[in-house]
């Protein structure tokens, strides 16, 4: 049972760059988050996709844009990329009627701005 | 907006000793519990424990428990019997509605 898998695992960009960050679900789970997290932070909750829609968002610009495709899994895209963008991605799924909202986690993609 | 805090940026352990990490929250409301997850260096948040709001006794899974006070909005993390492969950073989260909202986590370092 393939947990949640995101790609790439590193990644190195240039300011004013775009990025594409991808994601995998869980096998059974439909509802996909996205976070950020920045060198000694927790993760801070950017948005959630479910239905292949954005049901929920949090303190993020435009620039950071998503989409969840009809098998689940899902796109983060971060535009006019800024030193300020560095830091681990990180996306979680869980069942939209899951009981506790327990979310797992993947690996991360680890996006290093120059 | 709601907030979780860990005081202890750092935690030193001997091994097969136990450990309490700290955790509160600041809201009132009382219908989500909390979560503890666990941050190795590979980056990946591994789901540790889970005490609900409404749960009459504190959660334990092996060797973790919480000790959950909810008059004092605190749900501690304990491991007991640590092992090398404890070290890591650890995370207290809280969900609001459907998102976790993370602590700034604590790096737990056990030595031989």
């Known amino acids: 049972d393939a947990g949640v898998t995101q790609s790439p695992t590193h990644l190195i960009k240039t300011r004013g760059q775009q990025v594409t960050l991808r994601c995998s679900p869980k096998?059974?789970?439909?509802?996909v988050s996205w976070y950020q997290q920045a060198l000694g932070q927790g993760p801070q909750f950017i948005f959630q996709y479910y239905e292949e829609e954005e049901r929920q968002r949090g303190n993020f610009p435009d620039r950071f844009s998503g989409h969840q495709f009809p098998n689940y899994s899902s796109e983060l895209n971060v535009n006019a990329l800024l030193l300020g963008d560095s830091a681990l991605y990180l996306c979680?799924?869980?069942?939209?009627?899951?009981?506790?909202?327990?979310?797992?986690f993947g690996d991360g993609t680890r996006l290093s701005i120059l | 907006a709601q907030k979780i805090t860990q005081t202890q940026p750092g935690m030193f352990v001997q091994e097969k000793e136990a450990v309490t990490l700290d955790c509160t929250y600041d809201?009132?409301?009382?219908?989500?519990?909390l979560f503890w997850y666990k941050q190795p260096s590979s980056g990946e948040m591994i789901f540790l424990i889970y005490?609900?709001?409404?749960?009459?006794q504190n959660a334990t899974e092996g060797r973790y428990s919480l000790n959950f006070q909810k008059a004092r909005k605190s749900a501690n993390l304990v491991i007991s019997a640590s092992q090398l492969g404890d070290s890591a950073m650890y995370f207290c989260a809280r969900p609001n509605t459907d998102k976790l909202i993370f602590g700034t986590g604590t790096r737990l370092q056990v030595f031989p």
């Open positions: 979680a799924s869980s069942p939209r009627d899951s009981g506790n909202g327990a979310q797992h």
């Open positions: 096998s059974g789970h439909d509802t």
């Open positions: 809201t009132s409301d009382p219908s989500y519990g």
């Open positions: 005490q609900g709001s409404y749960d009459q």
